[in-house]
Structure formats: structure tokens, C-alpha cells
């Protein structure tokens, strides 16, 4: 689950594991692939996975990832207060997390690990 940064809108992401050539080596990745929006509080709830998985390694941004679906920003960080995924502007350094409203400057770009559900 995410927010937008502009409008707080609630959004989910794909994120698949797949194999890449990185330094001409077969390296494990999870690869963002798609964002969709989730409208209301009822949807957020019926987002919710059934099964959880807990994802850990390299997160990379596909370049078909079509970006948030309210405001089209391709890039995903992590606030450093409350650990929630929130869009923001390339090279962006003070941004307001629309999850619990902190001003950072400066938010973790790199994920290294998350929670997520699997598909139904």
C-alpha cells in the first residue's frame, strides 16, 4: 500500500520477482510493474492480503511502471518516521509523508525489504 504525495490517495504496486543480468551476473530482484488506485476506506480494507509475504533484496522500478495513478511520479520512498511508501518528485529532498503528514528531508529511496501480500 502507498500514498501520493500531491493528494493522499491510496495506491497499490506490483512488485515481481524476477531474474536480472546486473554486471553480468543472474541476480534476484523484485521489480515494481504496476500501480493502481484503491478509492475509499472500504477498498483499503478489501486491499488487504490474504497471505503475506515478506520480500527482502534489490527493489527496482520497471521502466513500464506507469507511476502513481493520481499524479504519474515514478519515484517510491520510504518515510523514515512511520516506514510507510509514499510517491515523490526525482531529486525531491523535502517532502511531507501523506500517511502521517512528517516533513523529512530526505526519505530512504532504496527499500531493501518489505511486507506484502501474494496474489490471490
Given at each position: 500500500?502507498?500514498?501520493?504525495?500531491?493528494?493522499?490517495?491510496?495506491?497499490?504496486?506490483?512488485?515481481?520477482?524476477?531474474?536480472?543480468?546486473?554486471?553480468?551476473?543472474?541476480?534476484?530482484?523484485?521489480?515494481?510493474?504496476?500501480?493502481?488506485?484503491?478509492?475509499?476506506e472500504?477498498?483499503?480494507?478489501?486491499?488487504?492480503?490474504?497471505?503475506?509475504?515478506?520480500?527482502?533484496?534489490?527493489?527496482?522500478?520497471?521502466?513500464?511502471?506507469?507511476?502513481?495513478?493520481?499524479?504519474?511520479?515514478?519515484?517510491?520512498?520510504?518515510?523514515?518516521?512511520?516506514?510507510?511508501i509514499?510517491?515523490?518528485?526525482?531529486?525531491?529532498?523535502?517532502?511531507?509523508?501523506?500517511?502521517?503528514?512528517?516533513?523529512?528531508?530526505?526519505?530512504?529511496?532504496?527499500?531493501?525489504?518489505?511486507?506484502?501480500?501474494k496474489?490471490?
Open positions: 500500500m502507498c500514498k501520493c504525495q500531491t493528494t493522499k490517495g491510496t495506491f497499490g504496486i506490483r512488485i515481481e520477482q524476477m531474474t536480472k543480468k546486473i554486471d553480468n551476473r543472474d541476480v534476484s530482484v523484485w521489480e515494481t510493474t504496476w500501480a493502481y488506485k484503491i478509492k475509499n472500504m477498498d483499503t480494507k478489501n486491499a488487504e492480503p490474504s497471505f503475506n509475504q515478506d520480500m527482502e533484496g534489490n527493489f527496482l522500478i520497471s521502466d513500464s511502471y506507469p507511476g502513481c495513478p493520481y499524479c504519474g511520479k515514478k519515484k517510491l520512498v520510504v518515510c523514515g518516521e512511520c516506514n510507510h509514499f510517491c515523490a518528485d526525482e531529486g525531491q529532498s523535502t517532502m511531507t509523508c501523506p500517511w502521517d503528514n512528517k516533513v523529512l528531508n530526505g526519505a530512504r529511496s532504496v527499500i531493501n525489504s518489505l511486507r506484502g501480500g496474489d490471490r
